[in-house]
């Protein structure tokens, strides 16, 4: 299933994705999509609901898509974990995971504004694969546990400002945690729908250029080892979000490439999750 969210910032209402592209309300199940509806096997009820053919269909043309997770708990994001990323940008192969935390109120829609923070310049682009929890994960087995606790795939857009990141602060967190530097969505694929998160090819363009063309085969630490390994440190709930990495061709490992700027246009994709589209403005 494609779990989506509807309507003005704020306003959102939850709705589910047809294979033939029509969008139904999900609101006979839940108010939303978030920790809670995960936790109480909202996805089983979305499906049963589908099924049973009680879900109204919707008229959504023209309506904002949110992201499709509400307000979740954390966001996780795994750094250098593509080996030709860590070789642009001059980092050696971590022996362990890269792991730091992104403010969960950077999470927007996919086609929302990105706002450029005032004095930034070196605002820069990841497309990442996303990993929603669904299940509580707390001192998992192994990689083999993984699957069990995780809910779906989205595509993530990891916004990162380089100066703020690598030149303000020994943590990485000033750099990442700028307002909309997370767009998420359109939808949330089920994981049963992909059954292989280390077979997607992504792409990113900024201004119909090309500059990211990736494949999730290339992982240095895999999706399950990531959730198996986060579970020994952090306590993982329902609708926390793991960004787990951005292959090369981001503006930092690229000479004389500009970083982003107002009017711009981002526009990337993971092979079965969809598309994003992000217009640059001035904070």
Known sequence: M???RIGASGEERPAL?????????????????????????????????????????????????????????????IGLNYRDHAAETGAPIPERPV????????????????????GSVKTDWE?????????????????????AVIAGYA?????????FQLEYSGQWDLG????????????????????????LDMRLHVNGVRRQNGTTRDMIFPVHHLVAY????????????????TPAGVALGLPNTPFLRPGDTVELAIEGLGSQRQTLVQA
């Open 17 to 77: 994705r047809t294979d033939d592209g029509r969008v139904l309300d999900l609101s006979p199940v839940t108010a939303d999509i978030d920790g809670a509806f995960f936790a109480s096997g909202g996805v089983d009820a979305a499906r049963a609901a589908l099924a049973a053919g009680l879900l109204p269909e919707v008229s959504a043309g023209g309506l904002r898509i949110g992201p499709p997770v509400a307000r979740p708990g954390k966001v996780v994001c």
């Open 2 to 4: 494609k779990l989506l």
């Open 99 to 118: 792991v730091f935390m992104k403010d969960p109120g950077t999470v927007v829609g996919p086609h929302d504004e990105v706002l450029i923070p005032r």
């Open 155 to 163: 595509v993530s857009h990891d916004v990162s400002e380089r100066e």
């Open 230 to 245: 986060l579970s020994q440190y952090m306590v993982l709930q329902p609708g926390d979000v793991i960004n787990t990495g």
């Open 176 to 199: 990442k945690s700028c307002e909309t530097f997370n767009p998420l969505g359109p939808w949330l694929v089920t994981a049963d729908e992909v059954p292989d998160p280390q077979a």
């Open 127 to 147: 497309v990442e694969l996303a990993v929603v929890i669904g299940r509580r994960a707390r001192y998992l087995s192994g990689p083999e546990a993984a699957p």
